[in-house]
């Protein structure tokens, strides 16, 4: 009977310590997605700059190539500038709602 008994104990002690397990688990990978969400919002934050400044340069670029002041390479130049970062602020869009959907489906919600 003490046998069965100790057996038991072990038994509730190794669920103990797989619960603890699990549950520190669960708690390193909400915060790893709640670090990758606000990190995700950071890009999208200097993505968005980025573009305001390359629409910015796009515009002097042309105002300089109406004018006579800038080649066709430069209008082009610039364009792409602005291209390439509406691109990156689409991607970090992009990286900013797959961290969310992560960090919903870890903690069971979904929208």
Do not use: P
Not at 25 to 54: H, M, P, R, W
């Amino acid at each position: 009977m003490r046998r069965q008994l100790s057996q038991a104990e072990i038994g509730l002690r190794q669920l103990d310590l797989q619960e603890a397990y699990t549950r520190n688990n669960l708690e390193a990978q909400i915060q790893n997605a709640k670090n990758a969400i606000y990190t995700a919002i950071k890009k999208v934050d200097a993505a968005s700059g980025n573009v305001e400044l390359s629409q910015k340069g796009y515009k002097i670029a042309q105002t300089r190539y109406n004018t006579g002041q800038a080649t066709l390479v430069e209008l082009n130049d610039a364009e792409n500038a602005m291209m390439q970062a509406r691109l990156n602020l689409i991607q970090a869009r992009s990286e900013y709602l797959n961290a969310r959907n992560e960090y919903q489906k870890i903690i069971g919600k979904t929208m």
